[in-house]
């Protein structure tokens, strides 16, 4: 019995990687634990690279499950609630990711309202006055009050500059975007070869047939997300806050790379045993591994922050600069392997794993992950590493600059 249930355990950690391409053109793919709640997310190649407006595609997340053709804000609102179902949208600097949450059985309510927010959303002007702008400064607000938060996005404007992937995920001025420019955007992402749908809990065929019955009114052709091509730069700046203190340094790469996974396991200071500092570098510093793959390019970095930044931001530099024995190669690799395998357990891990691989149709698998990890050495490693701090460095100090280092004091 456990030997077969491990045998169908394995099966589907091999088609949670799978794609398919539905009869109306979208790509999906689903995986099927059997667990009583489902999730389908749809992608949408919206994400801050490809805005044509600085904070638009901000905007685009707040306008998720307002007025539609189909039915009301409230209505939405109301119907999700008698379901027990919940909604939510996301975005990164790739997608913009719409949510449903709800119990096995109901997706085809839930598949049917996430499409009419691609097919039939309204853009009310009073709606995007009295609830998307409003709701977009608080979250500006907030998020740019952590000096974590603020690190990363002046990391990104800094390294890939201010358009593509340098574009922050924050609209720094809502209030005075159109609701034209909105309904542009929305128009060119909201098309057949930008959409992908995601789900959990749910059998891939039902998915795809859902699917295809609601979103075959997408259009099949448009100018499409045309986001700029990622180009590295690297620079330094330092912005003096009241907020607390944060140092990012980090580099970039062309692409994301098992080598970049394997250091960032290295670096991770999550201990194998609970309640002790564990063996990681950074260990008992308040710097974190930071490793942000796109498409074309990758951001791999440490991230400070805490009571003792200048001190912990020169323990992190030596860290990198040491690069990894063998033996600690062979645990970084063991430990990013764990890393992959687990991620796709979880939803948001499934979604993280299979975005990239989702639009272009790629079909892959956790052994292939795998693979990739067990050409991973420590002379690889260290290639990787020589290439990176050969690199100009992007440096970001916030908080009492007076007190943070500057980049050229770390041998950077």
């Given at each position: 019995?456990?030997?077969?249930?491990?045998?169908?355990?394995?099966?589907?950690?091999?088609?949670?990687?799978?794609?398919?391409?539905?009869?109306?053109?979208?790509?999906?793919?689903?995986?099927?634990?059997?667990?009583?709640?489902?999730?389908?997310?749809?992608?949408?190649?919206?994400?801050?690279?490809?805005?044509?407006?600085?904070?638009?595609?901000?905007?685009?997340?707040?306008?998720?499950?307002?007025?539609?053709?189909?039915?009301?804000?409230?209505?939405?609102?109301?119907?999700?609630?008698?379901?027990?179902?919940?909604?939510?949208?996301?975005l990164t600097r790739?997608?913009?990711?719409?949510?449903?949450?709800?119990?096995?059985?109901?997706?085809?309510?839930?598949?049917?309202?996430?499409?009419?927010?691609?097919?039939?959303?309204?853009?009310?002007?009073?709606?995007?006055?009295?609830?998307?702008?409003?709701?977009?400064?608080?979250?500006?607000?907030?998020?740019?009050?952590?000096?974590?938060?603020?690190?990363?996005?002046?990391?990104?404007?800094?390294?890939?500059?201010?358009?593509?992937?340098?574009?922050?995920?924050f609209a720094q001025?809502?209030?005075?975007?159109?609701?034209?420019?909105?309904?542009?955007?929305?128009?060119?992402?909201?098309?057949?070869?930008?959409?992908?749908?995601?789900?959990?809990?749910?059998?891939?065929?039902?998915?795809?047939?859902?699917?295809?019955?609601?979103?075959?009114?997408?259009?099949?052709?448009?100018?499409?997300?045309?986001?700029?091509?990622?180009?590295?730069?690297?620079?330094?700046?330092?912005?003096?806050?009241?907020?607390?203190?944060?140092?990012?340094?980090?580099?970039?790469?062309?692409?994301?790379?098992?080598?970049?996974?394997?250091?960032?396991?290295?670096?991770?200071?999550?201990?194998?045993?609970?309640?002790?500092?564990?063996?990681?570098?950074?260990?008992?510093?308040?710097?974190?591994?930071?490793?942000?793959?796109?498409?074309?390019?990758?951001?791999?970095?440490?991230?400070?922050?805490?009571?003792?930044?200048?001190?912990?931001?020169?323990?992190?530099?030596?860290?990198?600069?040491?690069?990894?024995?063998?033996?600690?190669?062979?645990?970084?690799?063991?430990?990013?392997?764990?890393?992959?395998?687990?991620?796709?357990e979880a939803r948001?891990?499934?979604?993280?794993?299979?975005?990239?691989?989702?639009?272009?149709?790629?079909?892959?698998?956790?052994?292939?992950?795998?693979?990739?990890?067990?050409?991973?050495?420590?002379?690889?490693?260290?290639?990787?590493?020589?290439?990176?701090?050969?690199?100009?460095?992007?440096?970001?100090?916030?908080?009492?600059?007076?007190?943070?280092?500057?980049?050229?004091?770390?041998?950077?």
């Amino acid at each position: 019995m456990m030997l077969a249930r491990a045998g169908r355990s394995t099966a589907a950690l091999r088609r949670s990687f799978a794609t398919a391409v539905d009869a109306s053109g979208v790509s999906v793919a689903a995986v099927d634990h059997g667990q009583p709640t489902a999730a389908v997310t749809v992608l949408v190649k919206a994400g801050s690279r490809y805005e044509t407006q600085p904070g638009i595609a901000h905007l685009l997340k707040n306008f998720a499950f307002k007025t539609t053709s189909q039915r009301s804000a409230l209505r939405t609102a109301r119907e999700a609630e008698l379901y027990g179902g919940v909604l939510s949208s996301t975005l990164t600097r790739e997608h913009l990711a719409i949510t449903a949450e709800f119990l096995r059985g109901d997706e085809p309510h839930f598949v049917e309202l996430l499409s009419s927010v691609l097919t039939s959303t309204q853009f009310l002007p009073h709606e995007l006055v009295e609830d998307v702008v409003p709701h977009s400064i608080a979250e500006t607000t907030a998020a740019l009050a952590d000096p974590a938060t603020q690190a990363l996005e002046l990391a990104h404007a800094i390294a890939f500059r201010s358009t593509g992937l340098g574009a922050s995920l924050f609209a720094q001025h809502p209030s005075k975007k159109s609701l034209d420019g909105l309904k542009e955007f929305a128009a060119s992402a909201f098309t057949k070869g930008n959409v992908a749908v995601v789900g959990t809990g749910i059998d891939q065929s039902k998915l795809s047939e859902l699917v295809s019955k609601h979103l075959a009114g997408l259009p099949s052709a448009g100018a499409g997300a045309k986001g700029s091509s990622s180009q590295y730069f690297g620079g330094e700046t330092r912005i003096g806050s009241h907020g607390g203190n944060a140092v990012f340094i980090g580099f970039g790469a062309s692409a994301a790379s098992p080598e970049l996974s394997a250091l960032q396991a290295h670096l991770d200071v999550t201990p194998a045993l609970k309640w002790t500092t564990g063996s990681s570098p950074l260990a008992g510093t308040g710097a974190i591994p930071v490793y942000i793959p796109y498409s074309d390019a990758a951001l791999f970095g440490v991230l400070v922050t805490g009571d003792n930044v200048a001190e912990d931001t020169k323990t992190a530099v030596a860290a990198l600069k040491k690069g990894l024995s063998k033996e600690e190669a062979t645990k970084a690799v063991a430990k990013a392997k764990f890393k992959a395998a687990s991620a796709i357990e979880a939803r948001e891990g499934f979604l993280t794993t299979v975005a990239p691989l989702v639009f272009d149709g790629s079909k892959s698998s956790l052994d292939s992950v795998h693979a990739a990890l067990d050409k991973v050495s420590d002379s690889s490693v260290s290639k990787s590493l020589s290439s990176l701090l050969g690199s100009k460095p992007t440096f970001v100090a916030v908080g009492d600059v007076n007190a943070l280092p500057y980049v050229d004091e770390l041998g950077l």
